[in-house]
Nanobody, 124 residues
Framework: QVQLVESGGGLVQGGGSLRLSCTASGTIVRINVMGWYRQAPGKQRELVATIDSAGTTNYADSVKGRFTISRDNAKNTAYLQMSSLKFEDTAVYSC??????????????????WGQGTQVTVSS
């Protein structure tokens, strides 16, 4: 099993900054991709940013230039630095981690885990 713990959400004024963290724990062999997704009320969940094991990043157009995703492989942790926040960034942000863990009989098993979500609210 792989567990994800997120932190860093909260209330911030427009133009402000927040940093989200997501730490994975468990019988992890390798983490391939770590990412952040968000879901605003009444809307579908959307990709915010991802980062792979080589450090290659991918961003939604709406956050390019304002958000930065990074990871600390030694800590199995991903970060999302959010700057110049806008009202429309208000959403529940969830972490997603994809990789390999040890499963039954210590055999390598793929996993795709989600965090519980953290609320980010930007006041206008």
């Amino acid at each position: 099993q792989v567990q994800l713990v997120e932190s860093g959400g909260g209330l911030v004024q427009g133009g402000g900054s927040l940093r989200l963290s997501c730490t994975a724990s468990g019988t992890i062999v390798r983490i391939n991709v770590m990412g952040w997704y968000r879901q605003a009320p009444g809307k579908q969940r959307e990709l915010v940013a991802t980062i792979d094991s080589a450090g290659t990043t991918n961003y939604a157009d709406s956050v390019k230039g304002r958000f930065t995703i990074s990871r600390d492989n030694a800590k199995n942790t991903a970060y999302l630095q959010m700057s110049s926040l806008k009202f429309e960034d208000t959403a529940v942000y969830s972490c997603n981690v994809v990789g390999i863990r040890t499963g039954w009989g210590s055999l390598p098993t793929a996993f795709d885990s989600w965090g519980q979500g953290t609320q980010v609210t930007v006041s206008s």
